[in-house]
């Protein structure tokens, strides 16, 4: 049987990114434990999941190549999550106003077989502009931004919050990097232009 591929997500943005390689897919979120392990970082957080989530899934696709991937982004040393609600998103961007967050994408590229592993952590530091009350307020009534990391979309209107991004892959910072992952993916003998 020829070797399919699965995202083991169930997220919306890293599905949308993955069919720009238009390469068939998919899905199958892995629904595992999130929660940071004590004293775990957030570079070791995010890998883990990715590792995690990978297997998980691979485990149930034994003729498949599972693609795990996870996101943290991470202001002064402490992980900040996805908002959640409207008030938990201006509170991250007011506490985002004129400070540089890292966004660390981890993913994760395995055989269901267990025979190979690919993995890379991709680092992406954006800088908020000083951010007014109402500039913050008006940007998360108009996106609403309660399901990304840092409360904002900067594949939309979010964008406008930034003074730079600096990233090696701009899809990084959407949650997969698809610069490296095309290159695993064909490194796996998988079809990807």
Not at 44 to 62: G, I, M, P, T, Y
Not at 102 to 113: D, K, N, P, W
């Amino acid at each position: 049987m020829t070797a399919h591929l699965v995202l083991a997500s169930s997220s919306a943005y890293r599905r949308e990114l993955l069919a720009r390689l238009r390469i068939g897919f998919e899905i199958d979120a892995a629904n595992i434990d999130e929660t940071p392990l004590p004293g775990e970082s957030a570079r070791d957080l995010v890998v883990r999941l990715a590792r995690e989530k990978a297997a998980h899934v691979a485990s149930r696709h034994q003729d498949a190549w599972v693609i795990g991937a996870d996101q943290v982004a991470v202001r002064d040393r402490e992980i900040v999550g996805k908002p959640g609600s409207a008030a938990r998103s201006v509170e991250q961007l007011r506490l985002a106003s004129g400070q540089t967050l890292s966004f660390l994408t981890a993913v994760c590229v395995v055989s269901g077989r267990g025979e190979r592993r690919d993995e890379h952590l991709d680092e992406t530091r954006v800088k908020f502009r000083t951010l007014s009350a109402t500039e913050i307020a008006r940007y998360v009534e108009v996106e609403r931004p309660y399901d990304c990391a840092g409360g904002f979309k900067s594949e939309g209107l979010g964008i406008s919050l930034f003074e730079s991004i600096e990233s090696r892959d701009p899809t990084a910072l959407v949650g997969l990097p698809l610069i490296w992952l095309a290159g695993a993916l064909r490194r796996a003998g998988l079809n990807v232009p």
